[in-house]
T-cell receptor, first 110, second 112 residues
Framework: EDQVTQSPEALRLQEGESSSLNCSYT??????LFWYRQDPGKGPEFLFT???AGEEKEKERLKATLTKKESFLHITAPKPEDSATYLC???????????FGKGTKLSVIP | NAGVTQTPKFQVLKTGQSMTLQCAQD?????MYWYRQDPGMGLRLIYY???????DKGEVPNGYNVSRLNKREFSLRLESAAPSQTSVYFC???????????FGQGTRLTVV
């Protein structure tokens, strides 16, 4: 069964305190690993797609990396506006179904 | 460029009532999806349409029906609403099955 597991469930950081969020997956025939940001009351907003181990993508203070079994979302010197729930997802082999993790709720305190 | 537009944004139904959630995308995407999001459960796929003219069940299809009206529009119907269908519903679209999906703003549905 395809599974995507995120940790931690919640993370509180002081402004400027760098950290990483983890997404581990057991999806056969990985055809992409997606990261999304979701603000309260809004739909998920697409951030990155990673396709192969060793690949990295960056956007402002966020950098996503991928290994054969997990992905990390590194947040460097976060600001309060980075507070959100971060979701990762992967499509199952041969299907149109994205399997989502339950997310990490990030709070950045000024 | 609006992306994915859902209507309505909020709805309260009584048990047994029916309603249709509407979704339209303007990105010329082939595939469209309906998800529900519940606390502690994450996003779960209800139905999807890989391309115009096709629809398929996702993880939690019971109690729902869908219609892919054309390439732009994909609707979700609750024939007889139940309290267990209280949730936030998201429509999404993508170029294809393995491509990143773009989401609407959601419909918050309460069934009393």
């Amino acid at each position: 069964e395809d599974q995507v597991t995120q940790s931690p469930e919640a993370l509180r950081l002081q402004e400027g305190e760098s950290s990483s969020l983890n997404c581990s997956y057991t999806v056969s025939g990985l055809r992409g690993l997606f990261w999304y940001r979701q603000d309260p009351g809004k739909g998920p907003e697409f951030l990155f797609t990673l396709y192969s181990a060793g690949e990295e993508k960056e956007k402002e203070r966020l950098k996503a990396t991928l290994t054969k079994k997990e992905s990390f979302l590194h947040i460097t010197a976060p600001k309060p506006e980075d507070s959100a729930t971060y979701l990762c997802a992967a499509p199952g082999a041969g299907s149109y179904q994205l399997t989502f993790g339950k997310g990490t709720k990030l709070s950045v305190i000024p | 460029n609006a992306g994915v537009t859902q209507t309505p944004k909020f709805q309260v139904l009584k048990t047994g009532q029916s309603m249709t959630l509407q979704c339209a995308q303007d990105m010329n995407h082939n595939s469209m999806y309906w998800y529900r999001q519940d606390p502690g459960m994450g996003l779960r796929l209800i139905y999807y349409s890989a391309s115009e003219g096709t629809t398929d069940k996702g993880e939690v299809p019971n109690g729902y029906n869908v219609s892919r009206l054309n390439k732009r529009e994909f609707s979700l119907r609750l024939e007889s609403a139940a309290p267990s269908q209280t949730s936030v519903y998201f429509c999404a679209s993508s170029e294809g099955g393995a491509a990143e999906a773009f989401f609407g703003q959601g419909t918050r549905l309460t069934v009393v």
